[in-house]
């Protein structure tokens, strides 16, 4: 093993602001892939930096190399609308908070059944109850999201991915993400520059948001004000039709 190299990379990721990735690296060096990736996450304030860094063996050499890394700054996800497919969402967290997961999905506790003591099998009952609520928001496009996003949020880090497998992804659209890459001679961005690269881009982003709904109420009030002129002429001229109509017909007489 090229612990000299496993060395200079942990001295790279410390100077860049990454802590503590010693043991994975050695983990995944060990196998010796042509290339892996590492996740890390960071918080700052009240926010959370997701990391996805990217190694490489070099091509003639046993040295692998940190490529780049993918970063996003995460945003608490918010759910607009209060009801879905008749699921009151903020009483399901609620349900969901209440719940000890990680004793949930533990196949190996083993505990005993009384069908006379509801106590003794309360907490399955709540648990049958989320699961059918979230059930309920998959039949629904906007409740797959929230579903997906609740299971992340309170079944991360339990035994659920041993017995289920993966829950699908949700993109969050207020998450801001970017790309750097690093080369050999290079210093590489770092984690508070790439945080607060991040930080500038989501503002750009709020204030082209901010722009275009300005906009957006500008053309609605020009589209009002238009319509109301039109009708306006629109009636004039009847007015003069009818006038002139009215002048002919006195004349005739």
């Not at 503590?20 to 890390?40: E, G, T, V």
């Not at 960071?42 to 997701?50: G, S, V, Y």
């Not at 020009?222 to 319509?227: R, V």
Request: hydrophobic fraction near 35%; glycine fraction near 4%; include cysteine.
């Amino acid at each position: 093993m090229n612990i000299q190299n496993i060395t200079a990379l942990v001295s790279q990721l410390q100077s860049l602001g990454f802590e503590n990735l010693a043991s994975l690296l050695l983990k995944r060096i060990c196998f010796k892939p042509d290339n892996f990736y590492l996740n890390h996450k960071i918080a700052k304030n009240t926010e959370l930096l997701e990391f996805r860094l990217y190694f490489e063996k070099h091509k003639n050499s046993n040295a692998y190399m940190l490529l780049y890394y993918d970063v996003a700054l995460q945003q608490e996800n918010v759910f607009e609308e209060l009801m879905i497919a008749g699921i009151n969402i903020a009483d399901l967290e609620k349900q969901m908070t209440a719940i000890n997961w990680m004793s949930a999905f533990n196949l190996d506790e083993k505990k005993k059944l009384d069908p006379s003591d509801k106590t003794t099998w309360e907490a399955e009952v709540k648990v049958e109850s989320v699961v059918e609520s979230l059930a309920a928001l998959e039949k629904d496009e906007k409740g797959k999201t929230v579903a997906s996003a609740l299971k992340a949020k309170f079944w991360h880090g339990t035994p659920f991915y041993e017995i289920f497998g993966s829950i699908p992804a949700v993109k969050n659209k207020s998450d801001i993400s970017q790309r750097f890459y690093f080369s050999e001679n290079s210093i590489g961005i770092s984690v508070d520059e790439a945080y607060r690269f991040l930080q500038n881009k989501w503002l750009e982003k709020q204030l082209q948001l901010k722009k275009k709904q300005t906009d957006s109420t500008a053309e609605n009030d020009n589209a009002e004000t238009n319509s109301t002129t039109g009708s306006g002429l629109l009636k004039k001229r009847r007015i003069n039709h009818s006038s002139k109509g009215k002048r002919n017909k006195t004349n005739q007489d």
